[in-house]
């Protein structure tokens, strides 16, 4: 979100990240990907797969528009506020304001919570580093999302004299890099939360679009006996065939 020409907007958070080891799939299957919000200052679209958990959308950061939101992982706040709660099982609340900071208008924005922590507090002129996200990459590997990572909550922006909150691996990005920019947009395809904008009305960002990775495991090999003490190897694909490997009978008669 952005500030209001006082202190830095609050970063966005990191759209909920949900993650199934094993589940039995048949027949047709409905998917709908969340993105960011048709409006900047608006929560991110949840993402929805039928019969599983829906993946909650990441909370606005707060700023000069309204205070922060719960989501997948909660906005983080501006100057005194409360940063936005996450949601269970899914990501982390967004960082505070500094309730003892004078004046409170002179801070940076709390950084917006990620799917494997919580975004930092507010404790000056510097915008708060958002919360960090999860590593799939020993799952997925390192093609998607950012390297294998996913969810980080976005930096605050930060007040005259102070520096932008940054994020860490896995789609949030950095708020507002000078007075009066934007924060940076979240990373495509990582649900990784938006900077929040940075001094003199420096605009909010979106957060990144999500993604739904589905993995297949390979059929192992398997041993069939037929009641003829023939044990037949199953075709792994559509180039193989069906390999004999014993065509004795109890009797040794040949099959």
Known sequence: NSDNNNGGGGGGGAGGLVYNASVSLSGQQTITVGGNNSAVR?????????????AFGGGKGAGASGGASAGGSGGGAFRNGTGGAGTAGQGYAGGNGSSTYSPASDQGGAGGGGAGGVGA???GPNGANGGIGLDYSSVFGTTYGDSGWFASGGGGGFHAGG???????????SGGASSGTTGATGQKHTGGGGGGGSIASGPGSYGGSGIVLVQIPSASPSLTFDGYNK???PVLDASST??????WDNNNQSK
């Open 42 to 54: 608006g929560d991110g679209v949840s993402t929805t797969f039928t019969g599983l958990t829906t």
């Open 231 to 233: 044990l037949t190897a």
């Open 242 to 247: 069906g390999t004999r490997l014993s065509d």
């Open 163 to 173: 520096s932008p909150g940054t994020a860490s691996n896995g789609g949030g990005t």
């Open 121 to 123: 507090d507010a404790t």
